[in-house]
């Protein structure tokens, strides 16, 4: 047991040891002279949402130090923990919004750690803003400023007056339906559709497919952040359109889980999938 713990402890590696933080800046550098800077805040009473919505433009601005440094200003600028955490979320939201099909399909992980780590800590800075959490909102800026180049160019951002929920379903069940699915969410929504309404939509295109773990992490996300914003705004439109667009980049699978699912239920109730002619009883199914 000793030797393994060793071994992981030894081999460990943190994001901030790699080039990408070191060059052609040096973030890792730039993180802990923006630590110093938050100065134990603990936030202020809050400001209003149009200001949080404009913050999470800003960290997705270019400039590293721009980036880093609006954290402590916001927080001394009257800016409450949980709303730096929900800027800093739906800022990495936006680069799956805006992430360009042009792009590695791989790449589609990376704006997703991104993503799911910033909802993390949004939730934690809700119930308990401690400092660690307050330092940890630098690292995410500057994780939201190194996905930068999956945003160049940024996808044409969903501009649809209306969206149909049988059209986005559809999107799902050929390849390349990336933009047209976050154009339908998007549409759906800002014609006055039901936002529950499209999350079920969501959350049964989910279920349907072969989904990884990844894939609802993204929902999961997608639809806490949605939800922290008023049902009729911008923002929640655009994270549940970056949502579909998620879906759309990895559907359809084989879709062969559904069908394991329905087999194990029938099993467990004890019905007979088939019989053989002539047989007195069921056959063995194998799964599998």
Known sequence: MLPSVVSQTTQAFRSEEASEWRHPHDLASLVNFTVEKLDGSMGGAGVDEATVAALAWRFLEDD??????????????GMTPEQLGRALAYAAALRITRFHIQNDHADWNTIHHSFTAANALHHALQRNPTPALRRGCVHAALRVYLDRFLNVPAARPPRAT?????ALAQCFEVQGGVDDAGNEAYGYLRAGGSRAELIAALGHALLVEDAGFHWFQTVEA???????????????????????RFLAAHTPSRRELPTVVRIATRLRRGEALYEDDGADEPADVGVG
């Open 162 to 166: 209306t969206g149909d929920l049988d």
């Open 64 to 77: 590293p130090d721009g980036v880093a440094a609006a954290v402590p200003e916001a927080l001394h600028g």
């Open 222 to 244: 997608g639809i806490r952040q949605a939800e922290q914003w008023p049902e009729t705004s911008e923002e929640s439109a655009l994270v549940l359109a970056g949502v579909a």
